[in-house]
């Protein structure tokens, strides 16, 4: 119970000051098996990236049940792409990933990753620094990230550890980073190469997590719940601090009527689900009826007398 409290108070938007906690998450695919995603939550982990393809062919069979499933949870997600430039094009790669994952790119989600290491044939490492010079796999991972972030609007991360970061060209650090430092400790990674910074760790190949079964990759990320946000596209932090002061939501999380309480007349409220959709649902100009939505997260999108635009995250239990 005191974990699943931690986990509401971080992500909500309405309750201000609780940025102490580690902000932590986990990355899966379908080594993991069927996952119990809202254990996870209760468990305290509020992100997850979830394998999506690997080269220009494969969809992890997990894919989406994982993300649908997370979503519903509650859980912030998104997904990353296996990248195999030892056998296709980075357009090739890219191309699988957006036809798969392109669902669950924006306002809501992880920024898109592409997932660089070695790859594995016949049980044998490839080692991509030894196939290609630093120039040419670094134009590969250029290529794909481009790609994606034309046809997205998203800026995609990048994860790597501390061979490859200190392989590639410094060109790539202009890419948010999330490194593969598996110490065992939240502690900030050493190694990061021409990085300044860093937005996520992995510090963990063999977490034991509620709701999965065996090992599983642990996460942490490099700042507030009011950065995450940020990060993926709810809210501008300057705008929000001062909104709140007119306006609140509450309960948050809901399992029937969410209050708005404001000083200020309001424009409108509409209520997004995770993929943008708009939710038909009752409201008069201070409540919002939430009982007929199904469990998981959805965006409250408010526009008030001035025009101004505000989002809220919204948990219906």
Same mark, same amino acid.
């Given at each position: 119970? %005191?974990?699943?409290?931690? %986990?509401?108070?971080? !992500?909500? #938007?309405? !309750?201000?000051?609780?940025?102490?906690?580690?902000? #932590?998450?986990?990355?899966?695919?379908?080594?993991?098996?069927?996952?119990? +995603?809202?254990?996870?939550?209760?468990?305290?982990? =509020?992100?997850?990236?979830?394998?999506?393809?690997?080269?220009?062919?494969?969809?992890?069979?997990?894919?989406?049940?994982?993300?649908?499933?997370?979503?519903?949870?509650? !859980?912030?997600?998104?997904?990353?792409?296996?990248?195999?430039?030892?056998?296709?094009?980075?357009?090739?790669?890219?191309?699988?990933? /957006?036809?798969?994952?392109? *669902?669950?790119?924006?306002?809501?989600?992880?920024?898109? =990753?592409?997932?660089?290491?070695?790859?594995?044939?016949?049980?044998?490492? $490839?080692?991509?620094?030894?196939?290609?010079?630093?120039?040419?796999?670094?134009? +590969?991972?250029?290529? +794909?990230?481009?790609? =994606? @972030?034309?046809?997205?609007?998203?800026?995609?991360?990048?994860? $790597?550890?501390?061979?490859?970061?200190?392989?590639?060209?410094?060109?790539?650090?202009?890419?948010?980073?999330?490194?593969?430092?598996? *110490?065992?400790?939240?502690?900030?990674?050493?190694?990061?190469?021409?990085?300044?910074?860093?937005?996520?760790?992995?510090?963990?190949?063999?977490?034991?997590?509620?709701?999965?079964?065996?090992?599983?990759?642990?996460?942490?990320?490099?700042?507030?719940?009011?950065?995450?946000?940020?990060?993926?596209?709810?809210?501008?932090?300057?705008?929000?601090?001062?909104?709140?002061?007119?306006?609140?939501?509450?309960?948050?999380?809901?399992?029937?009527? #969410?209050? !708005?309480?404001?000083?200020?007349?309001?424009?409108?409220?509409?209520?997004?689900?995770?993929?943008?959709?708009?939710? @038909? =649902?009752?409201?008069?100009? *201070?409540?919002?009826?939430?009982?007929?939505?199904?469990?998981?997260?959805?965006?409250?999108?408010?526009?008030?007398?001035?025009? /101004?635009?505000?989002?809220?995250?919204?948990?219906?239990?």
């Amino acid at each position: 119970m %005191f974990k699943q409290l931690i %986990f509401y108070i971080t !992500l909500s #938007l309405g !309750l201000k000051g609780v940025f102490a906690q580690n902000i #932590l998450g986990i990355d899966v695919s379908h080594w993991q098996g069927t996952i119990d +995603w809202t254990l996870v939550g209760n468990d305290g982990y =509020v992100f997850s990236w979830v394998k999506a393809t690997e080269g220009m062919t494969y969809t992890d069979p997990k894919f989406f049940t994982n993300i649908e499933d997370g979503i519903t949870a509650g !859980l912030i997600m998104g997904a990353y792409h296996f990248a195999r430039p030892d056998n296709n094009s980075a357009q090739q790669d890219a191309t699988n990933f /957006l036809n798969n994952a392109a *669902d669950y790119i924006g306002t809501g989600f992880l920024p898109p =990753v592409l997932d660089l290491e070695n790859p594995y044939s016949n049980g044998q490492a $490839i080692l991509l620094t030894e196939m290609f010079t630093s120039e040419e796999l670094s134009l +590969w991972v250029q290529e +794909w990230m481009n790609e =994606v @972030e034309s046809e997205t609007g998203v800026v995609p991360y990048l994860y $790597i550890n501390a061979n490859y970061a200190a392989y590639l060209s410094s060109s790539l650090s202009t890419y948010g980073l999330w490194f593969a430092q598996p *110490d065992q400790n939240l502690d900030p990674p050493s190694n990061i190469g021409p990085w300044e910074d860093y937005g996520f760790k992995q510090y963990s190949w063999w977490g034991d997590v509620s709701g999965i079964t065996g090992d599983v990759d642990l996460n942490v990320f490099n700042g507030s719940a009011e950065e995450l946000d940020v990060l993926i596209g709810l809210n501008n932090t300057s705008e929000i601090k001062e909104f709140d002061k007119q306006i609140k939501i509450y309960p948050n999380p809901t399992s029937d009527w #969410l209050y !708005l309480s404001s000083d200020l007349n309001i424009a409108s409220a509409i209520l997004y689900d995770a993929k943008g959709i708009k939710q @038909e =649902v009752f409201r008069t100009n *201070d409540r919002i009826d939430c009982a007929t939505l199904k469990s998981g997260v959805y965006y409250l999108k408010i526009k008030n007398e001035q025009g /101004l635009v505000f989002r809220y995250k919204v948990f219906r239990i």
